[in-house]
């Protein structure tokens, strides 16, 4: 892999990031973080940047957590609809259980 750096902006202020991903994911991240810190900052009643920070944080982690949870739940099922789907087949094709 080579590392690339990528110039990027989040809330005004300039980075550059050292990754081993392409810069278009790079720029996708940041700005989503972008985004989520300026959403933060609508809010009147949320001034620093510092604290934004903190709270799009929080906020990415919840979509993280919540997008976890989901595929967890996604594969429960996944497993369950293949072992009922593997007791109609044939003793001889039904293979190794998951």
């Given amino acids: 892999m ?6 990027v902006r989040i809330v005004g202020e300039e980075y550059t990031i050292r990754s081993d991903v392409p810069p278009e994911h790079t720029r996708a ?9 300026r959403k933060v900052l609508e ?3 949320i001034t620093d940047p ?4 903190i709270l799009a944080a929080m906020s990415i ?7 976890r949870d989901a595929q967890a739940a996604l594969a429960d099922e ?5 072992g009922e789907l593997r007791r109609w ?3 001889g094709k039904r293979g190794e259980a998951l």
């Fill in 43 to 45: 809010s009147p009643a």
């Fill in 29 to 37: 991240i940041a700005a989503h973080v972008d985004a989520a810190i």
């Fill in 50 to 53: 510092g604290k934004a920070a």
């Fill in 61 to 67: 982690t919840d979509e993280l957590f919540r997008e």
């Fill in 78 to 82: 996944m497993r369950s609809l293949s």
């Fill in 2 to 7: 080579s590392t690339h750096s990528t110039r």
């Fill in 89 to 91: 087949l044939p003793p």
